[in-house]
């Protein structure tokens, strides 16, 4: 059985204890203290209160579902561990200095880093893109004022240009661009929308190139019992939990 640390035990951190999979929580880390004690009394795993006791423990792979400063400062000593690396917060992999450095850490020390779909879908056969480029890739993202904390009473674009740079505007909230980014080795193009008339994230990927084209719209309902996260990103990063090490790897 596959034994994890989860680094961060916020509204995904809960979604991840409180399923029961084909995996085990053994450690828990938050910068809160109180927040890791409190999920791992729910999951029976142990928690620490400071990260080196906790990269210190036996387990094999970290689960970031915190920030993306938490990885910038964890990911490189969580991967010298020896342990394998779950990625919520992608956004910190649009540094290509940071990514590639830690790539190449995992590479040296024989480790993984994993990046789930998250809020969208297609990836997995995206990445044709970096055998034969893309023509056109962009991603059409679509949310409520409020979920990005501005106003406005009609749709409005509040971004266009580059995943790189929209995510350093948008921290939490554009993540799904710079996995699709990573997926098919360029930096895609994302329209940013808010719109007041909607109750759900939409995200749309339009892409074309020697295979044909491409559109996706995933229009994304909260979780049941944590409406700050997208179901299919909880979803996402517990199917690929469960899927880790299988000896049958399908739509990769
Ligand atoms: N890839 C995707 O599709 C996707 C979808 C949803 C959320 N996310 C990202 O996943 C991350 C977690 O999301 P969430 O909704 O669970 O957030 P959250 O705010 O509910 O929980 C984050 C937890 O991590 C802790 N934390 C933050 N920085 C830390 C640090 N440096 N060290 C230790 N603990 C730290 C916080 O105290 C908090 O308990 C966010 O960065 C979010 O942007 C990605």
């Known amino acids: 059985m596959i034994t994890i640390g989860l680094l961060g035990c916020g509204n995904i951190g809960h979604i991840i204890g409180n399923y029961r999979g084909t995996w085990k929580i053994a450690a828990l880390y938050d910068r809160i203290p109180e927040k890791a004690e409190e999920l791992a009394r729910l999951t029976g795993g142990t928690a620490y209160d400071d990260f080196e006791s906790f990269i210190s ?13 938490a990885v910038r400062s964890y990911a490189d000593t969580i991967l010298c561990h020896g342990k394998d690396l779950v990625v919520m917060s992608v956004g910190a992999l649009a540094d290509p200095s940071f990514k590639d450095e830690i790539v190449a850490t995992a590479g040296s020390r024989g480790r993984r880093i994993y990046i789930p779909s ?7 056969n995206l990445k044709v893109a970096q055998i034969s480029p893309l023509t056109r890739l962009l991603l059409r993202t679509t949310k409520s004022p409020a979920s990005l904390g501005i106003a406005a009473t009609e749709r409005t674009l509040v971004f266009e240009g580059k995943a790189n740079d929209c995510i350093k505007e948008f ?14 080795g360029r930096d895609a193009d994302v329209e940013l929308y808010v719109d007041p008339s909607v109750e759900r994230n939409v995200h749309e990927i ?10 996706i719209r995933v229009s994304n309902l909260p979780s049941p019992d944590n409406p700050a996260t997208s179901y299919l990103a909880a979803l996402s990063i517990l199917s690929l939990l469960d899927h880790i090490g299988n000896p049958l790897v399908v739509g990769t």
Do not use: M, Q, T, W
Not at 118 to 124: E, H, K, R, T, W
Not at 171 to 184: F, I, K, M, W, Y
């Open 118 to 124: 998250g809020a969208i879908c297609g990836l997995d």
């Open 57 to 69: 423990a036996d387990f094999d792979l970290v689960v970031e579902a915190a920030s993306g400063k």
């Open 171 to 184: 921290p939490r909230n554009v993540n799904v661009s710079v996995a699709l980014s990573l997926a098919c």
């Open 206 to 215: 339009f892409a074309e190139g020697a295979f044909g084209d491409l559109y």
